[in-house]
């Protein structure tokens, strides 16, 4: 039996849902996700990442947000150690999903990713800058990353100007989700930790706009 694909159309001007619907949503496995890239159904132009199976378009970047990624960025190099290094807005491959996070501090070198995107084994800190995703970073990607295990999760929030941070992730679970969640103020300091080891701490205020 032949199986035709139809392209995927993602029109700006289409109104966008704000939620998922109640109905039956099919999902996409991450090899799907690829298997569309691959035959140009999805191209760089479309705004979308896969997140629990679901493509969901990418938040609007405001300059307070694009600020705040470059200074945590830049504060994060100054404390990193050999053997680690920075991917801005790049993918993570999980078993579910393909999020491409505002910050990923990954394992080794760069060219050892040129055939892969980088896992959950190999990622120490994951960085989400939110100012209109502060929703979607708080609910569906903070529960994508607990169930990936990813180590230390921040929320660089824009909105309540803290720094969220979420260790000590369950996994697997009918509700994965992270045990500790700490947030820090401006007048505060947090501190990064690398394979279990605090590197360095960061001023609060240094990474905000």
Known sequence: MLTTVVPLQLNATRPMPTAVPDDCVWTLTVEQY?????EGILTDEDAVELVEGLLLQKMTKHPPHTLATGLTQDALLTIL????????QDPVTTIDSEPEPDLTVVRGRR???????????????LVEVADDSLRRDRSRKKRAYARASIAVYWIVNLVDRQIEVYTDPTGPADKPDYRNHHDYGPETSVAVVIDGKEIGRLNVADLLP
């Open 111 to 125: 060219r050892e990713y040129g055939g892969r995107h980088p896992g959950p084994e190999d990622v120490a800190l």
């Open 81 to 88: 150690p050999k053997g680690w290094f920075v991917n801005v």
């Open 34 to 38: 690829h298997a569309m890239a691959r």
